[in-house]
């Protein structure tokens, strides 16, 4: 079946630009997570969303980050006036609603932020 | 709060060699933990996992036994292949709430012929 998609690959934009990032979930997966991975701060939470619940929006960095989800199905993560800093590979994971211990998360492929 | 440490890399060994990756974490409560493989150009995919103090994780020849009294969950394999050659990341998750992943820095692994 169709895993984790997530779009654009690859995306490069200039300094003080907007960027949004797309990330299709599994289908049926309840749980969505982003991450962030870069060379300085390697591999870290930015935002969870379960269903129709509001957001864990801890793991965000900065107010210029910001993400949604419509209808429990596909996300948006934007990143608003973008810096060198936010360079990086923006990863997609889902998982299903489970109780109990955490079930496997599925990554996307990621898309790769480059700001010049 | 939570946090995973795993050796630094590069690892390099022979083709058939023992592979021991350390990993040792700082959580609240008993989380599960988790060994995720990136491999060259693709995305993270699970590897093994285990939920409670004393089990073990294995897959592909690969294993990790949670060991709640060192705070630890070393990955080990009895002879690593070239296409083993990746980077290996520890993770752990609380088991309620949001479940998010914290990971280690990662260890890259490269295995000659």
């Known amino acids: 079946g169709a895993g984790v998609s997530q779009s654009p690959s690859n995306k490069v934009t200039e300094k003080g630009k907007d960027v949004e990032l797309r990330c299709d979930p599994i289908?049926?997966?309840?749980?969505l997570y982003w991450y962030r991975q870069s060379l300085g701060q390697g591999l870290e939470f930015l935002i969870y969303?379960?269903?129709?619940?509001?957001?864990?929006k801890s793991g965000l960095p900065s107010d210029r980050f910001s993400a949604e989800r419509t209808g429990g199905s596909v996300s948006t993560l934007t990143i608003q006036r973008t810096q060198q800093e936010d360079s990086a590979v923006y990863l997609c994971?889902?998982?299903?609603?489970?109780?109990?211990?955490?079930?496997?998360?599925?990554f996307g492929p990621g898309t790769r932020l480059t700001v010049t | 709060g939570d946090s995973v440490t795993q050796m630094e890399g590069p690892v390099t060994l022979s083709e058939e060699a023992f592979l021991t990756i350390n990993c040792t974490y700082t959580?609240?409560?008993?989380?599960?933990l988790f060994w995720y493989v990136q491999y060259p150009g693709e995305g993270l995919q699970l590897l093994l996992k285990a939920t409670k103090a004393d089990d073990k994780g294995s897959n592909k020849g690969f294993e990790a036994t949670y060991r709640k009294e060192t705070t630890s969950f070393h990955l080990e394999k009895g002879s690593v292949q070239v296409s083993d050659s990746a980077v290996y990341f520890c993770?752990?998750?609380?088991?309620?709430?949001?479940?998010?992943?914290?990971f280690g820095s990662g260890t890259r692994l490269q295995v000659q012929p």
């Open positions: 993770a752990l998750s609380g088991n309620t709430g949001r479940r998010a992943l914290t």
């Open positions: 994971a889902s998982s299903p609603a489970r109780t109990g211990a955490p079930v496997e998360q599925y």
């Open positions: 289908s049926g997966h309840t749980a």
């Open positions: 959580a609240t409560g008993y989380p599960s």
């Open positions: 969303f379960q269903g129709n619940s509001a957001p864990d």
